[in-house]
Structures are given as C-alpha cells and as structure tokens.
C-alpha cells in the first residue's frame, strides 16, 4: 500500500526566516509527486511536479526537490502570505490503471510577522 | 471564470436522504476525480473517470456512487447520507496523460445530521 508522510505536522516560523517542509514516499514505482498549497476552505492549488530523482523546480520563494525516497518544499525568505497548509501527493504505478493521488495528512504552516 | 466549478458549495443534510454533489470544468480534461478531505486523514479518492464510458471506485467508493454525464460533468451521489460522510469533498481534472497534473474544485462541505 503506498504511504506518503509529511513533517512536521505544524510549523511556525517568523517571516524571513527559511526552512523546509518533508515528504517522505513509500511507493511501487513513483510515476509522479505533487506538491499543492490549500488555504482554509478552499481547493488544493498546485504548484510542482516532480517526475524523477533529482530534478528540482522553483517558484517565487517556493523550491521543490525529489529523491528516491522523499521530496523536500523548501521556503527561502517567507512572507505572511505564504501561510497555508502545503500538501505533498504521489501517483504511483502499485495502483495499476488507476490514476488517483496519494495524500500525505499536510504541514501546516504559520509566517508570522 | 473557475476552471473547475462545485455545487453546492455548503450543504446541510439529514441522515438517510439522497445527495447529489456537481462538478463542471471548462479545462477540456478528459479525466475527472471526486476526493473526500476529513481533519487528520488528508485526501481520499472516492471515484475516478478516464472518460464518459470509463469509471472506476477508488480507495473509499462505498456508500458513493457516480454519474459522467458528459466529458465536462461528474457526478458524486450519496443513496442514503449517513453521519460519518460529512466531510469536505473535492472534484478535481487532469489531462489524458499517466500522472498528470490534477487540478481541483474549489470543494463542498457537506454536513450530515
């Protein structure tokens, strides 16, 4: 059964100050891992996806990167508005045909300023 | 406009009565999602479609069925409401490519008495 955990569970951090968020994945064959931010009552809103060991994308002060057994979201430089819940997904081939993503719980994340 | 549209988006109901959440996208996917959200369990996959023709129960189908009426509609029914299916639920829609990116609704909350 493929699991994805994320740690901490809760961060809170002063603005300015960066960190990085943990995904760790036990899959059969990652075919794909996917990071979304989620504001209180709303939908998950993509921001990466990662394909394959060591590939890394970024935006604005969000960076994400993949290792075979987990993927890190680091936060350099945050602002209050980069408060949220940050999930991390996988889509991973143990499902057979099946295409749905795997969720890790979140890590909620607090930017005070 | 939302790419991917969810109605209602707050919906209070009793237990035993018959349910109807909706789901419309204008990103011309062909895949479409219906996903459950409960504090401290993360996102569940209830049903996916591939297309019209195509639907498949995913990790928690019973007590859902679904409906595609049309590549731009899905549909998550519940036969009889129980308690334990108040939750926020989440449509969601990818491209026709293994492990593409899936993009959400922005969710109802239901509530069953």
């Known amino acids: 059964e493929d699991q994805v955990t994320q740690s901490p569970e809760a961060l809170r951090l002063q603005e300015g100050e960066s960190s990085s968020l943990n995904c760790s994945y036990t899959v059969s064959g990652l075919r794909g891992l996917f990071w979304y931010r989620q504001d209180p009552g709303k939908g998950p809103e993509f921001l990466f996806t990662?394909?394959?060991a060591g590939e890394e994308k970024e935006k604005e002060r969000l960076k994400a990167t993949l290792t075979k057994k987990e993927s890190f979201l680091h936060i350099t430089a945050p602002k209050p508005e980069d408060s949220a819940t940050y999930l991390c997904?996988?889509?991973?081939?143990?499902?057979?045909?099946?295409?749905?993503?795997?969720f890790g719980k979140g890590t909620h994340l607090i930017i005070q300023p | 406009d939302a790419d991917v549209t969810q109605t209602p988006r707050n919906r209070i109901t009793k237990t035993g009565k018959r349910i109807m959440l909706e789901c419309s996208q204008t990103k011309g996917h062909d895949r479409m999602y219906w996903y459950r959200q409960d504090p401290g369990l993360g996102l569940r996959l209830i049903y996916y479609s591939f297309d019209v023709k195509d639907i498949n129960k995913g990790e928690i189908s019973d007590g859902y069925s679904v409906s595609r009426q049309a590549q731009a509609k899905f549909s998550l029914s519940l036969e009889s409401a129980i308690p334990n299916q108040t939750a926020l639920y989440f449509c969601?829609?990818?491209?026709?490519?293994?492990?593409?990116?899936?993009?959400f609704g922005p969710g109802t909350r239901l509530t069953v008495l």
């Open positions: 969601a829609t990818s491209d026709n490519r293994v492990a593409d990116t899936q993009y």
């Open positions: 990662l394909y394959s």
């Open positions: 997904a996988a889509n991973s081939y143990s499902g057979g045909g099946a295409d749905g993503l795997t």
